[in-house]
């Protein structure tokens, strides 16, 4: 089973370089930042959240196929909920399709109750994720994802995520506001009876030309034998973009 995944991944890799274009090679480092408060913070995954206000800010590094994208999120009592740790690469990059695969190393904190009070446990968390982009014109967008998550300490979870996502942006709204829209289905397959099929909608409005935005996201669970029943969750926000 090894030898044709390695040929299948040698084809791939071959190919998107056959047809990277010359003067793409050697493009410069390109940086981004995004500030967010949250009422109330929702995970990359979001059928988890930290059921209280959080503040959240996203760094994209981009230089050729490579990107690095860490993700650091706090409570307001400044206690951290999760750090994450992207390290992408860009296999197939087309005008119409991109594929990535990417590896993550993240950390979660939680909140334990002792004899004497409670202790906060930071839990380690490995990743590796798949995911292929089509651009269906220049503001639409959809997105397939598969990640695995493998938890590292004695209890924490180990499983699959699979995600679609149809987004279509910037869309003008008079002659000042621009408003952007997506849909987001994806299904958990976790150890310890934590499954589930989740919908998850997010709206977004900005002001041409200034970076601040505010956005709405909400998640409902579908089916789910998670317990409690997750059933619906919602988190207003306010960004900043650098």
Same mark, same amino acid.
């Given at each position: ?15 998107? &370089? ?10 410069? &480092? ?10 109330? !913070?929702?995970?990359? $995954? ?18 050729? *196929? ?5 993700? =650091?999120?706090? !409570? ?6 999760? $750090?994450?740790?992207? &390290?992408?690469?860009?296999? $197939? *990059? ?10 993550n190393i993240s950390?979660?904190?939680?909140? @334990?109750?002792?004899a004497d009070g ?5 839990? /380690? ?6 995911? !292929?982009? @089509? ?6 967008? #959809?997105?397939?994802? @598969? ?18 996502? %149809? ?9 000042? =506001? =621009? ?28 002001? *041409?030309? &200034?970076?601040?935005? =505010? ?11 998670? /317990? ?9 926000? %306010? !960004?900043?973009? #650098?």
């Open positions: 089973m090894r030898i044709p995944f390695l040929l299948v991944f040698i084809s791939i890799f071959s190919v998107s &370089l056959a047809d990277e274009p010359a003067d793409s090679i050697n493009k410069k &480092l390109t940086a981004s930042a995004t500030v967010s408060l949250n009422s109330n !913070g929702i995970a990359s $995954i979001p059928a988890f959240s930290l059921d209280k206000p959080a503040v959240m800010a996203s760094i994209s590094l981009v230089k050729n *196929r490579f990107s690095y994208t860490p993700t =650091l999120a706090y !409570g307001l009592d400044l206690r951290p909920w999760f $750090i994450d740790n992207w &390290l992408n690469y860009k296999f $197939i *990059r087309r005008s119409a399709f991109d594929l990535t695969a990417g590896f950390t979660f904190g939680s909140k @334990y109750a002792v409670s202790v906060w446990e930071a839990q /380690r968390y490995f990743a590796v994720a798949l995911t !292929g982009v @089509y651009r269906l014109s220049p503001k639409n967008t #959809l997105t397939f994802a @598969y990640w695995r998550d493998m938890g590292q300490e004695k209890g924490t979870l180990k499983g699959h995520f699979f995600n679609s996502v %149809f987004e279509r942006n910037n869309m003008s709204v008079g002659k000042s =506001l =621009l408003f952007s829209a997506a849909i987001q289905i994806f299904y958990i397959n976790y150890t310890g009876e934590n499954d589930g099929l989740f919908v998850s909608p997010k709206a977004s409005v900005s002001v *041409r030309n &200034l970076p601040f935005s =505010l956005f709405f996201q909400a998640t409902q669970a579908l089916n789910s034998n998670i /317990r409690p029943w997750p059933g619906f969750r919602w988190n207003v926000g %306010f !960004g900043y973009t #650098l």
